[in-house]
């Protein structure tokens, strides 16, 4: 099993999630995050002021999905997180050794 992180746009989070449930992956961990990247935050103006944004909102998905499904899974949440601007995010991918369905004591991809 893999997990994957995805650091994605909040506006895109709807279509990455209904990638993800024609998968077969309904089950994600979703948090609010604050990040920047290479552009290293955003500048506005506001009231003929300008003022810097260093920490842009995002969101951080997590999703664990079988070995094999990997490559469909990164390939959709990037085509539905890709805007094709800066700061569309990452996806990083780790290794699970196994999980444990509390409730019922099931294990491996089961307890998913």
Known sequence: MKKIEAIIRP??????M???RALGYPGVTITEVKGHGKQKGVTHM????????EFLPKLKLEAVVLDEDLPKVLA??????????????????YEVENAVRIRTGESGFNAI
């Open 11 to 16: 506006e895109r989070l709807e279509p990455v």
């Open 18 to 20: 209904n990638e993800l």
């Open 46 to 53: 506001w009231r003929g002021a300008e003022y810097r944004v």
């Open 76 to 93: 959709a949440v990037t085509r539905a997180a890709r805007t094709g601007n800066i700061g569309d995010g990452k996806i990083f991918v």
